[in-house]
């Protein structure tokens, strides 16, 4: 199905692990993007992606990395995951920027640190 | 610093009744506001995006209104069902950012 999907849709893990979140998206968008979102917060930025090959940081980068080799693909990994990652994980997906562009969102990974 | 704001977290209201959800943003210079849906558990499902040049947009029973000047948008809802509740979150990008400032959003709920 056309769309945007992430996975897993669950996922529990211990402190230290290295752990990837995968999104994948068959618009062929160019933008996508990673938030977390956490009460009393809201959504905030961890990463986005204009195109293959082009990453930039946003509001909270600390702790993950991303790489995008393929348009479609897009995986977050937090290489030594901290308690404080816990939250919900949402990619979304965008035709280009967000300056004229509604951004569209996957179901989300719920992720447990212990 | 550059924020967006909804109240109240939480609204609880008949079904049938028209309402109206509010977002305030801190700085007037933007360039669009986004609305979004959030049902338990799932994503965002965009609803309307309105540029810093337009007033209104409309989408079947949802109006979405934009004040710069005041810092203000607003969501309404007409004929309000069962199958609207959920939360409502918008979502602001101001000048000079490249990223979405997100409100914590407002959870709705009609009661049958």
């Known amino acids: 199905d056309a769309g945007i999907t992430q996975s897993p849709r669950y996922k529990i893990t211990e402190t230290g692990r290295q752990v990837t979140l995968m999104c994948h998206q068959t618009w062929s968008h160019s933008y996508m993007f990673w938030y977390r979102q956490d009460l009393g917060h809201g959504l905030r930025l961890i990463y986005y992606s204009a195109a293959a090959d082009i990453t930039d940081k946003g509001e909270v980068p600390d702790g993950y990395v991303v790489s995008r080799s393929k348009t479609e693909n897009f995986p977050l990994t937090l290489e030594s995951a901290t308690r404080s990652q816990t939250s919900v994980y949402f990619c979304?997906?965008?035709?280009?920027?967000?300056?004229?562009?509604?951004?569209?969102f996957g179901p989300g990974t719920r992720l447990t640190v212990l | 610093k550059q924020e967006v704001t909804q109240i109240p977290a939480a609204l609880s209201v008949p079904e049938g009744e028209n309402l109206v959800l509010n977002c305030s943003f801190t700085?007037?210079?933007?360039?669009?506001l986004q609305w979004f849906r959030q049902d338990p558990g799932k994503g965002l499902t965009s609803l309307l995006l309105?540029?810093?040049?337009?007033r209104e947009q409309t989408s079947g029973r949802l109006n979405a209104s934009l004040d710069k000047s005041s810092g203000r948008s607003t969501l309404y809802i007409a004929a309000s069902q069962p199958g609207d509740s959920a939360t409502y979150l918008c979502?602001?990008?101001?000048?000079?950012?490249?990223?979405?400032?997100f409100g914590t959003g407002t959870r709705l709920t009609i009661i049958p």
């Open positions: 700085d007037s210079a933007i360039y669009n």
């Open positions: 979502a602001v990008l101001y000048f000079g950012n490249e990223k979405l400032t």
């Open positions: 309105i540029q810093s040049s337009q």
């Open positions: 979304a997906s965008s035709v280009a920027g967000v300056l004229y562009n509604e951004q569209f």
